[in-house]
């Protein structure tokens, strides 16, 4: 446990649907990624750091501290307008961190709910800035549902039918042509309609918002959450990027965000800040088709290793040792905890089920993974169990990600039951291309048991006793109304 003379300032960069091999620290050779290059070797690579298979269960697990299904147990991810979000009696980590008088901001895709009740505001945060979902979450008319240049149609009132609120059937939000145009917000007041053309700004000015934030609280300690839109389906470089790199839109938008971590890092070294402050840079879940998760088998919205193990750079200069590694499990919900203990401040109530990692990122030998073992969720659905290097898959979901799955707006195939479960030893075969079942009937009963036993906590399937309820309201609507108006409480 640190003192209070060494509790740090805490960052955490989260970008969206970046696959393992997309940087250059991971093995990228596509892409020009110099920052990152430069903050991996000053800090410490986590390869075998865990999300979830989609956003909303990957924030709500970093958030939280807990599984994704513990807390925000739906089938896939929150749309415009739902009717649920993460519980506000739910402890988050930025809330956490205020008992210690830490100021606190989130910059960028929040993703756990647009309803008053569920924005960043009313869990923790001093401040918001930031489209509240995906940036595929508009309409057609206004670039959400296509690429930078591709043509976009007129507006269709048959098809954008701008609903005022979810079907009652589905309490997740409005899908596909049914959603209102993609609000950007302060605080709680739309500040205007994403287009085409504000897209393309996006990461800028999420990184001159993040720069701001941290000037201004230079002299005391802070939480700066930046969630990037990027590099999320419908792909917008920014003007001094687009055609920049050799891997067309996608490599143009990971050299953004690679610019961008360099403008944050950049701040704290002008503002003698980097030896007290550990910034982590991850991603929310594996990268789609569009991406390279190499050596990794599968893509997002799947529990494939290429589906939820994120490319993870932990830096803190002087107490992380640079140019190092750990392959040790490490996840999401081992942030909460973890940083808990270096601010000096209690953990929640409730149940959490992430653990400490400092000494893991401080490179202490003996450290180890807080986890004995490891659930892979997709949903409601637990696929996979791992146990050191042993994982046992008793579903699997199909890969996703390219253009037809994303154009569906997060509609993921669903898991196929498998005749048998498929045993991989991860340290020998991380592309998870041997299925060792046969030969090791032991190890599949060991890990068959650990799926049982958490049968009786979260569920298998079902929704379980361990599972906490979600926050619901009563007529959930879009931020923007279906005449175009904004929504009084967003004025």
């Known amino acids: 446990m640190a003192d209070d003379s060494d509790t740090p300032n805490f960052v955490i960069i989260n970008i969206d649907d970046l696959g393992y091999a997309d940087i250059g620290p991971f093995g990228s050779t596509l892409n020009r990624t110099p920052n990152l290059d430069r903050m991996a070797k000053e800090g410490r690579l986590l390869t075998s750091h865990y999300a979830a298979p989609v956003c909303s269960p990957s924030r709500a697990s970093l958030m939280t501290g807990c599984y994704p299904k513990r807390v925000l147990p739906i089938p896939g991810v929150l749309f415009p307008a739902a009717s649920v979000g993460l519980n506000p009696q739910e402890v988050t980590i930025a809330e956490v961190l205020k008992t210690q008088g830490y100021a606190t901001a989130c910059v960028g895709k929040w993703h756990l709910g647009d309803q008053p009740e569920f924005l960043p505001t009313e869990q923790g945060f001093d401040s918001y800035f930031g489209i509240p979902y995906s940036n595929d979450m508009g309409t057609p008319s206004e670039g959400s549902k296509s690429d930078l240049g591709t043509p976009l149609p007129n507006r269709n009132p048959n098809t954008e039918k701008k609903q005022a609120a979810p079907a009652e059937a589905d309490p997740t939000g409005l899908k596909g042509n049914d959603q209102p145009p993609l609000p950007l917000l302060k605080q709680r007041q739309l500040l205007e309609v994403v287009g085409a053309a504000e897209q393309q700004t996006i990461t800028q000015r999420y990184t001159e918002e993040a720069v701001q934030f941290l000037h201004h609280h230079k002299n005391e300690k802070f939480f700066l959450y930046l969630p990037h839109t990027a590099i999320h389906f419908p792909l917008y470089p920014g003007k001094a990027f687009h055609a ?248």
């Open 244 to 491: 920049k790199s050799n891997n067309g839109l996608i490599g143009d938008w990971i050299e953004e965000v690679d610019w961008s971590v360099g403008q944050v890092l950049d701040t704290l070294r002008e503002l003698q800040l980097a030896h007290n402050t550990l910034v982590i840079f991850t991603s929310d879940n594996g990268g789609t088709a569009r991406s390279v998760n190499t050596p990794l088998r599968g893509f997002k919205g799947s529990t494939w290793e290429g589906g939820m193990r994120v490319p993870t750079i932990a830096w803190w200069p002087g107490k992380i040792p640079p140019d190092t590694t750990t392959k040790e499990i490490t996840s999401m919900m081992d942030l909460l905890p973890t940083f808990a203990a270096l601010a000096n401040a209690k953990l929640p109530k409730n149940r959490i089920d992430g653990g400490n990692i400092g000494p893991l990122l401080a490179g202490v030998t003996s450290a180890k993974s807080p986890h004995t073992a490891f659930y892979y969720f997709k949903g409601l659905k637990l696929e996979a169990v791992r146990k050191g290097a042993w994982k046992l898959h008793l579903a699997v979901s199909e890969p996703v990600g390219n253009d037809k799955a994303e154009k569906k707006n997060g509609k993921l195939p669903g898991p196929k039951s498998l005749p048998t479960p498929k045993l991989f030893q991860l340290d020998e075969d991380v592309s998870e291309s041997t299925d060792l079942a046969a030969k090791h009937p032991e190890i599949v009963a060991e890990l068959r048991t650990l799926a049982e036993e958490m049968d009786n906590d979260l569920g298998n399937e079902k929704i379980g006793p361990g599972c906490r309820a979600l926050g619901r309201v009563e007529n959930a609507a879009p931020i923007i109304n279906a005449d175009g108006t904004t929504r009084a409480e967003f004025r």
